[in-house]
Nanobody
Framework: QVQLEESGGGLVQAGGSLRLSCAASGRTFGRTFSSYAMAWFRQAPGKEREFVAS????????YYADSVKGRFTFSRDNDKNTVYLQMNNLKPEDTAVYYCAASLFHAYDIFHGTGDMKYWGKGTLVTVSS
């Protein structure tokens, strides 16, 4: 019943921008979306999944991996049960499948790798050409 669905991925040239969205649905999840911290992870071909960014339940606090800091912006709209990842100045090394995830831990815990994610989306592919 609980679903996270990512969208907005695609092919873009280096230096370009994309905005990913992740919409939450499901009876239980939809009622308590604002209770969850949210996060984006990514997995490049042949590599392990890595943390990209996390956001607090209110959206007031965000954390970013050093590799994306200053280029990516994470936001959320609790009225729409949706989070967004604005990605600017994209680089070929940003090529990956991007996953959104929800957690009952704090965004700070997710950032430090001590917060488990409760729900995961299926991912959306971002390809950045050089």
């Amino acid at each position: 019943q609980v679903q996270l669905e990512e969208s907005g991925g695609g092919l873009v040239q280096a230096g370009g921008s994309l905005r990913l969205s992740c919409a939450a649905s499901g009876r239980t999840f939809g009622r308590t979306f604002s209770s969850y911290a949210m996060a984006w992870f990514r997995q490049a071909p042949g590599k392990e999944r890595e943390f990209v960014a996390s956001i607090s339940w209110s959206g007031a606090t965000t954390y970013y991996a050093d590799s994306v800091k200053g280029r990516f912006t994470f936001s959320r709209d609790n009225d729409k049960n949706t989070v967004y990842l604005q990605m600017n100045n994209l680089k070929p090394e940003d090529t990956a499948v991007y996953y959104c995830a929800a957690s009952l831990f704090h965004a700070y815990d997710i950032f430090h790798g001590t917060g488990d994610m409760k729900y995961w989306g299926k991912g959306t592919l971002v390809t950045v050409s050089s």
